[in-house]
Nanobody, 119 residues
Framework: QVQLVESGGGLVQPGGSLRLSCVVS????????MGWYRQAPGKEREPVAG????????NYGDSVKGRFTISRDNAKNMVYLQLNSLKAEDTAVYYCKARRESPQLQEYWGQGTQVTVSS
């Protein structure tokens, strides 16, 4: 059974930090692109960060560059997102996604974890 389970969300003050984790079961992530997305109330889901299967390449949304860091541990089948210098506009549900296109397109999503930035 495929599962992606996010954790680490919560309430944090502006300027604070959080570390999100995504643990995957049911398949091995080593051949998958992994990413974090977020969806704020009333807005569309948007990409936050992505990381290549081996971890050598990362990319970030413009609004989080320099503040968020994505990483992965293929041995543990986990992906992480370090969130620093948090702002109110980072408030959203954060989702983990796994995707690969070969040998066939496969894409899996987690259920999300809430991040609320407020004083």
């Amino acid at each position: 059974q495929v599962q992606l389970v996010e954790s680490g969300g919560g309430l944090v003050q502006p300027g604070g930090s959080l570390r999100l984790s995504c643990v995957v079961s049911g398949f091995t992530i080593s051949s998958y692109m992994m990413g974090w997305y977020r969806q704020a109330p009333g807005k569309e889901r948007e990409p936050v960060a992505g990381i290549s299967p081996g971890g050598s390449r990362t990319n970030y949304g413009d609004s989080v560059k320099g503040r968020f860091t994505i990483s992965r541990d293929n041995a543990k089948n986990m992906v992480y997102l370090q969130l620093n210098s948090l702002k109110a506009e980072d408030t959203a549900v954060y989702y983990c996604k796994a995707r690969r296109e070969s040998p066939q397109l496969q894409e899996y999503w987690g259920q999300g974890t809430q991040v609320t930035v407020s004083s």
